[in-house]
């Protein structure tokens, strides 16, 4: 346990100097947050409702799925995963240092737009603060079980990227944080629903309880499952290489 807690420090400390971690779980982010976040209350001003969801939605897929694939990358494509096989370190381990570090970097993220979106923009706080940060809580596993998934998987770093792109783009623009999903057609509205994204956003943005609730917290939880036995398949791969 204390060789994980150190090697989750490491990581984070790691992070903090990765201009890639950087740029994806900070920069854009907030800078998207800031301009679109001004745009939006402007134009429709009934958002300010769900500014501080949809923003984080935003920022937490792009670091899951933008910054996290390409560290796993570093360390299962490279002599990293060899160093761990030598000195008898599971191969999960990389894997959930990187998620746990990522998942520190994104709260931290998602508690700045929370705590300055009111000021900046008079958008309302979450009606319950502790139900909300444990829904952001399980979107941000969730995300972050996709990400490890396609890391533990895909070797090839401009695969990845690409993928990671493919997967993040339809789920921005399908999730409904960009104007309501009900515009879509039936079937962009079924292919948003596969993405976590979607129904981190319904979750987050939802009143406590009811119907729509347990099937947002059904699908992601599905989601998770699914993501969690991909990384095992995808990390057993990769021992036997």
């Known amino acids: 346990m204390k060789a994980l807690a150190y090697g989750i420090g490491l990581q ?15 920069l854009v982010p907030l800078l998207f947050y800031a301009l679109m976040g001004g745009i939006f209350t402007s134009v429709m001003p009934e958002v300010s409702d769900t500014l501080i969801q949809s923003m984080t939605v935003m920022g937490v897929s792009m670091g899951a799925l933008i910054g996290v694939p390409p560290t796993l990358a570093e360390i299962y494509g490279t002599d990293v995963r060899r160093m761990y096989q030598a000195g008898g370190v599971p191969s999960a381990f ?24 009111p000021f900046a923009f008079g958008a309302a706080l979450p009606a319950d603060m502790a139900r909300y940060i444990g829904d952001l809580a399980l979107f ?31 789920s921005i623009m399908l999730s409904g944080i960009l104007f309501p999903a009900d515009l879509l057609p039936e079937f962009l509205q079924l292919l948003g629903r596969m993405f976590p994204a979607a129904w981190g956003y319904r979750l987050m943005a939802q009143g406590a309880g009811g119907m729509e609730t347990t099937g947002s917290l059904s699908a992601l939880v599905l989601i998770f499952i699914l993501a969690s036995a991909l990384c095992g398949l995808g990390l057993r791969r990769r021992r036997r290489e």
């Open 140 to 170: 941000l596993l969730v995300s972050l079980s996709v990400a490890c998934a396609l890391g533990a998987w895909v070797g090839d770093q401009a695969k990845l990227t690409m993928l990671s792109q493919l997967i993040f783009l339809p």
């Open 94 to 117: 990389g894997l959930i240092a990187a998620a746990l570090s990522a998942f520190t970097h994104l709260m931290i993220m998602s508690g700045i737009i929370c705590v300055t979106a």
């Open 12 to 26: 984070f400390r790691l992070d903090l100097r990765s201009k890639s971690l950087l740029v994806t779980c900070y």
